[in-house]
């Protein structure tokens, strides 16, 4: 077993294993996901191995799933998904080829349409075929499947010394029974199963001899799921669509809506939604955002939290949610094997046979040295928000906890530091998490322990904010301890981060405590917290909208001149949306408006040239005229912090804040989008009330009102 990198595979073993099969650029792959299942394609709706697949559990049930007209590909026309996620739709025609009987039948006489969904563990699709000749035909139409029944981590390039029985395929009229019996003792099953008997059935294809008249169709229902179910059809087709819609409408419901004067720019934020909503998942706590497809299709906290903390203003139902299930999995043990402690928040949940078996820590880790204070922060911040107290009631313990084991982890040096308990976890534990992301100015790799510079952020921000709740909850000795922590971590950081001769905070301090003189993005996450003071917030601002940082499409993860800089690397050059977002929230709340608003075009542009859907992270070669962003080739997408991403910015610029403690709506300096006129939020929560807030321009100024019907219900207080 190789050791894996848990928050990347290491592009160059990425980028190999994609070149032994087509290119697979993530921009030109459609996923759909429902529960603990997910299915990535490529435009055509083939699954041809790579990161492709359809999966459930962290296991590929479905390697291979290709279709074949007159035994070739197929042409492609077009590719989409719906507005709401639910259904993927590709748009073949034939290439030139032979019907069954030998008749040449030219290019483009045939249409086929294959629309595909999710629902219960199960993969339905339609396939029909159409035919606009002047000529009868029997048509040969194929699918190419297979299951390979590789762990999520398989998939992504670890190896195994050992894995478990894969049975010889067991066949029927209308279905094939695939089966791999796990070292785990699980027995991991694809049923494949046809709405007609096939003409020809193998262990890998099924051939049908389909005719069709002239001007006239011919559909053919497939689904594969854990098991045989009835024989598919156009009912059981419809009914799961219709459940599959209703379900992904009522997760769009929750919250406040957004609509403005702009009809791209809404398609942005209603795509963006939408991912939101179909990355969220129901689980027994509430709703959680699973972090992203494909190689992140689980609970992390840090992705978690971040995405609640984006969505925050709009839904806080979704922090509840995260809430919940991370206080249900905090660390109540020591296990250098998982890297836990009583008291930490989890990094992240897999239910693979490699993590079932303990090959790798994954199935329950807690290798992540910021989504403990980070998990204080969202709790505090969602506090405020909604002023629910019986929830914060119900964390309290929880809280406490967190922050005993946050205080115990600082006491050696200080500042909040990691160093892996194993050689099976992660090297590097904050949100830059690859080998080479941690780094001094001439390229040495530190020593641990490491104290990440933006951590220490979380943690003055959690501490903070945990005082001010022990004082609504009357435990003043508590407050004024929480107090004291943060102050003091406040001093710290501004006397041992800050660096005189480049104007900027390190990026982290050693083992030994020297700084790592590197002038990267996570100092933007100082400036979301609020801790730097003025004068030195406003020389990292200006240099965080240079152009070492700002590419022109967004904010790079680190300047231009450093030794490791490489805007198609993983951390060190890339632009990820999330970052860029919460550094923009902070320049925001140093008085950078307009500069956020400049932030936000630059990052919609980006998105209308990735087809509405920021990834992950893409490259951060500087914008040129004519030219579009440049693909990260092992992006997610979609990615829910990237997806969040949106929203944060968009908050950032209209300056709203929602106290939930007082029941009132602040907007300071409000300040909209690029080319917009006018931004309506709809059904925005404030306590138990619900309104109407509109934001419009006149002249050069920005006004912000209720709608009619609203006014006097929330107290609006606007200050320009």
């Given at each position: 077993m190789t050791q894996l990198d848990e928050r990347k595979l290491d592009p160059a073993v990425a980028l190999a294993s994609l070149d032994a099969t087509a290119p697979r650029e993530p921009h030109r792959l459609f996923a759909l996901k429902q529960g603990d299942c997910f299915a990535v394609a490529d435009a055509y709706?083939?699954?041809?191995?790579?990161?492709?697949g359809f999966f459930r559990d962290d296991t590929r049930v479905l390697s291979e799933f290709r279709l074949t007209v007159g035994g070739r590909q197929t042409s492609l026309l077009g590719a989409s998904l719906s507005q709401d996620n639910v259904l993927f739709t590709s748009n073949l025609t034939n290439l030139p080829m032979q019907s069954v009987r030998g008749r040449d039948?030219?290019?483009?006489?045939?249409?086929?349409?294959?629309?595909?969904?999710?629902?219960?563990?199960?993969?339905?699709?339609?396939?029909t075929l159409s035919n606009y000749s002047q000529e009868h035909s029997t048509i040969r139409v194929s699918l190419h499947f297979a299951a390979d029944f590789r762990d999520m981590f398989e998939v992504r390039g670890s190896t195994r010394l050992k894995r478990g029985m894969a049975h010889a395929a067991e066949t029927d009229a209308t279905s094939v029974l695939l089966r791999y019996d796990g070292l785990d003792g699980l027995a991991r099953m694809s049923a494949i199963s046809f709405s007609q008997a096939p003409d020809h059935l193998t262990a890998d294809?099924?051939?049908?001899?389909?005719?069709?008249?002239?001007?006239?169709?011919?559909?053919?229902?497939?689904?594969?799921?854990?098991?045989?179910?009835?024989?598919?059809?156009?009912?059981?087709?419809?009914?799961?669509?219709?459940?599959?819609?209703?379900?992904?409408?009522?997760?769009?419901?929750?919250?406040?809506?957004?609509?403005?004067?702009?009809?791209?720019?809404?398609?942005?934020?209603?795509?963006?939604?939408?991912?939101?909503?179909?990355?969220?998942?129901?689980?027994?706590?509430?709703?959680?955002?699973?972090?992203?497809?494909?190689?992140?299709s689980t609970a992390f906290g840090r992705d978690g939290v971040i995405s609640a903390l984006q969505m925050l203003w709009l839904n806080p139902g979704l922090a509840r949610g995260v809430l919940a299930f991370l206080a249900q999995h905090q660390a109540t043990e020591t296990s250098p094997f998982s890297d836990s402690q009583p008291?930490?928040?989890?990094?992240?949940?897999?239910?693979?046979?490699?993590?079932?078996?303990?090959?790798?820590?994954?199935?329950?880790?807690?290798?992540?040295?910021?989504?403990?204070?980070?998990?204080?922060?969202?709790?505090?911040?969602?506090?405020?928000?909604?002023?629910?107290?019986?929830?914060?009631?119900?964390l309290w313990p929880s809280l406490c906890a967190a922050a005993e084991w946050t205080e115990e982890a600082s006491r050696p040096t200080g500042f909040v530091t990691y160093q892996r308990a194993a050689e099976s976890g992660l090297s590097n534990q904050g949100w830059k998490d690859s080998i080479d992301s941690v780094?001094?100015?001439?390229?040495?790799?530190?020593?641990?322990?490491?104290?990440?510079?933006?951590?220490?952020?979380?943690?003055?921000?959690?501490?903070?904010?945990?005082?001010?709740?022990?004082?609504?909850?009357?435990?003043?000795?508590?407050?004024?301890?929480?107090d004291s922590r943060a102050e003091a971590m406040r001093a710290a950081v501004e006397r041992h981060f800050w660096l005189d001769d480049?104007?900027?905070?390190?990026?982290?301090?050693?083992?030994?405590?020297?700084?790592?003189?590197?002038?990267?993005?996570?100092?933007?996450?100082?400036l979301y917290v609020g801790l730097p003071e003025p004068t030195r917030a406003q020389m990292v601002a200006d240099q965080l909208l240079s152009a070492s940082f700002h590419s022109g499409w967004g904010l790079r993860t680190l300047a231009d001149d450093a030794v490791?800089?490489?805007?198609?690397?993983?951390?060190?050059?890339?632009?990820?949306?999330?970052?860029?977002?919460?550094?923009?929230?902070g320049l925001a709340r140093f008085g950078e408006r307009e500069s956020v608003v400049r932030l936000m075009s630059s990052t919609f542009e980006s998105a209308v040239h990735f087809n509405m859907r920021l990834p992950e992270l893409f490259c951060g070669f500087t914008r040129a005229p004519g030219e579009a962003p440049i693909a990260y080739p092992v992006a997610c997408l979609p990615q829910a912090w990237s997806a969040g991403s949106?929203?944060?910015?968009?908050?950032?610029?209209?300056?709203?804040?929602?106290?939930?403690?007082?029941?009132?709506?602040?907007v300071t300096r409000p300040r909209l989008p690029i080319g917009i006129d006018m931004l309506t939020l709809r059904h925005l929560g404030v306590g138990t009330k619900a309104v109407d807030l509109t934001f419009q321009r006149v002249g050069d100024r920005v006004v912000a009102f209720l709608a009619d019907r609203h006014e006097g219900l929330v107290p609006l207080i606007v200050r320009t």
């Open positions: 709706g083939d699954i041809r191995g790579a990161g492709d039948i030219p290019q483009g006489a045939i249409h086929i349409e294959r629309v595909r969904l999710l629902w219960e563990d199960r993969l339905f699709e339609r396939i294809r099924a051939d049908f001899l389909i005719a069709v008249t002239r001007r006239s169709s011919k559909v053919l229902y497939v689904e594969v799921g854990p098991e045989v179910a009835e024989t598919p059809n156009r009912d059981r087709y419809r009914a799961a669509a219709a459940r599959a819609r209703f379900g992904m409408r009522a997760k769009r419901r929750h919250g406040a809506t957004v609509h403005s004067s702009g009809r791209v720019f809404n398609d942005w934020v209603e795509r963006a939604r939408a991912d939101v909503a179909l990355l969220t998942t129901e689980l027994t706590t509430g709703p959680y955002p699973y972090a992203g497809i494909p190689w992140f008291g930490k928040i989890m990094h992240e949940t897999r239910k693979g046979e490699m993590a079932a078996l303990r090959e790798l820590p994954f199935g329950r880790y807690y290798g992540g040295v910021d989504t403990t204070p980070l998990y204080i922060h969202l709790a505090c911040a969602y506090a405020d928000r909604t002023g629910d107290m019986a929830f914060v009631d119900s780094f001094h100015a001439d390229g040495r790799i530190p020593k641990g322990p490491i104290a990440l510079v933006e951590v220490q952020g979380y943690v003055f921000a959690a501490f903070r904010g945990l005082a001010a709740l022990a004082r609504r909850r009357g435990e003043g000795d508590r407050a004024d301890h929480w480049l104007g900027f905070y390190a990026l982290a301090i050693d083992g030994a405590g020297e700084p790592c003189k590197v002038r990267t993005s996570n100092v933007g996450h100082l490791f800089f490489n805007p198609m690397s993983y951390h060190n050059g890339s632009i990820w949306p999330h970052d860029t977002a919460m550094c923009g929230a949106a929203f944060m910015l968009m908050q950032a610029c209209l300056g709203l804040e929602i106290h939930g403690w007082d029941g009132e709506i602040h």
